[in-house]
Every structure is written in C-alpha cells, then in structure tokens.
C-alpha cells in the first residue's frame, strides 16, 4: 500500500512538549503583561522551531506540536457554536493524579462556525516547506462521552438522537472547512473507543445509565456520517487513546471489545493504536483491519517516559503484529503526543526528539 503518503512509514501523533517561550508567554498573557497579538508571535517562532526540528529528525509529517492550546480536546470544543468551557469540582481523574477542574457544557444547538483553529493550520501550512503538514482535532465521540447526557442542555436537545445528527454534521462541516483551508491530512483523536475496552470504564459507564456496546454502535454511526462526502484526497486517520496526562494514564484493557465495530465499519483511512505497553493487550484485534483499505499505526514508542526502546524489540513487534495485518498497511509511531495537555509528559525535549529519531530510523530498515 501507501508508503510515501499519509499516513507514512514515520509517523507522529501531533504534541510535543512546550517551549520554555511558550510556558513563560501564556503566564504573562493570563496576567495581561503581553497582548493576544504578542503571544501569537512567541507561538508562532515556536512552532516554526518545532517543524524544523521535526523535518531535521526525518519525519515527512509534521504538526504544529498542539502549542496555542492548553488541552488536546477541550479548545477545540469551546470555539464550536453552543459549547462552553466551564469550571468544575474536580479534574479528571488519571491514575493517581487529576486534571485542572475544567470541562465542556453543550449550551445551544452545535455547530461548526468560524472556528480559529482553522487559522492555526493555515500558519502550519505556511511553513511547512515539503513535509505535509497534519492538522490534530478531538472526535466528535469524546465531546458526547465526556460529560454524557448531564453535560448536555435538555430544553436543547430534548431528543438526544438530534443531538448526535448534530455532532455528525458539524464533525462533516469541520472536515470541509479544514479542507477548504488546504488540510490533506486531519487526524481525529479519540479516547472514548480505549474507555470502551475497559472493564473498570465500561462498569463507570453502566452506572451512568449507557449501554457502553451500544454507544459503540453510535459513536461508529457519527464517525461515518461525518465522513461522508469526504474529498478523495483527504486521508482522515482515528488515534485512539488510553489517556495521556504528565505520563500517567486512565483506561486499560485490548482492543477486542471494540476491534469488530470499530475496525470493521469505521471508515477513516488509518487508526493509530497505543501499543506501548502491557496495558494495551495483543495484536490479534488486528485481524479485523480490513485487507488492502486502510492502515494501521503502531504506536510501539512510549512517550510517558524517557527510556529509550530497543530497535530490535520493536521490530520484532512489528514482526508479530504483521501476523493478523499484511505489514504493508502497517506505520509506526509513538503511542500518544508528548504533551497532550500544555503540562506534558515527563520527559525532557531531547529524549522527545531521540523517540522521534527512533521512529524514522526503524521505519527506514523496515520498509
């Protein structure tokens, strides 16, 4: 299959810690010491600095390392028409430490308007040079799971089937629109379909009144019809994630309670899986990737922390894992960004960039 398109042999998932600039900026910014204007600037050397970095570590894709925002989901959302960004009692739990107490509210009728993220891809276009440049946004599943139905206005959506016509339609509207603003690669990032293999999150699930294997059946549902209509030359991949917070985690568990549903009938081009470590199970879900239409990152590179993996090893994984998928429709990756979150993993920026070597070195011998 594909080998020097999206997604590549060498691939990346999007964040990258932040720059001390960046860090120093934001504070000065939230005190009123340097305006919006400024601030874009510092972002922008930054992130300039940062694709440089990634093209000089031989990636052939790059991002904007996520760096105008604080989470990976929750921007993104509040900029959407009739979502608010609100405060709450408590963060989200990781395993042993939480997040900053903040989430989103569904207040009016959703929808994709003027969003400034669009803005934000046309700069990493803009600088680009020949590396394609990938645009990262949340899945419209992760704004439904996130606070479920209590976080939605029900004088609003009384019927929660409009509700999910809506995310559908404004996940296609966002797709056009980053389109038009001459994206070719958009990554959806996803942590709900992980949440799903999860007994611990599964039972969470139940006790809040889901069914967790039907909202599979929804979620896949959304995802397609957003992704109707999409432009032949646009490759749509779906990360998913099992939380990636200051290197902790939230959801364990294989692939196989959702493997069927997910690999089967989704129709995205590529699916990045964490396959960092034990909590993610075996390849053997692999074997509903579907022959010969779309491909499968491997994420065999932990960003939690700074050790480096052994060359060997991981392609002996990917050995292994080219027993349930033809290894020609296999990437490989890192398992997550570095910095979901503006707080990043602890990790320092060069063992960040040594992960990012090895993959491009790995990649290089295999394919």
Known sequence: MQTNTSPYRAEIVGSFLRPDAIKA????????????ATLRQ???????????AQCACGLTVVTDGEFRRAWWHLDFFAALQGVELVEVNQGIQFSGIQTKAQSVRVTGKVAFGDHPMLEDFRFLKSISGKAEPKMTIPSPSVLHFRGGAAAIDRTVYPNLDDYFADLAVTWRDAIRAFYDAGCRYLQLDDTVWAYLCSDAQRQQ?????EDPDELAQIYARVLNQALEGKPDDLTIGLHVCRGNFRSSWIAEGGYEPVAEVLFGTVNVD????????????????????????????LGLITTKTGELENREQIKARLKEAAQYVDLNQVCLSPQCGFASTEEGNAITPAEQWEKVRLVTGIAAEVW
């Open 270 to 297: 590529a699916f990045f899986l964490e396959y960092d470590n034990d909590r993610s199970g075996d390849f053997a879900p692999l074997r509903f990737i579907r022959p010969g239409k779309q491909q499968v990152v």
């Open 205 to 209: 699930i139940r006790e809040r009144g």
């Open 42 to 52: 510092i972002e922008n050397d930054a992130i300039r600095a940062s694709v440089d």
């Open 25 to 36: 900026a934001r504070e000065q910014f939230a005190r009123g010491a340097i305006d919006a």
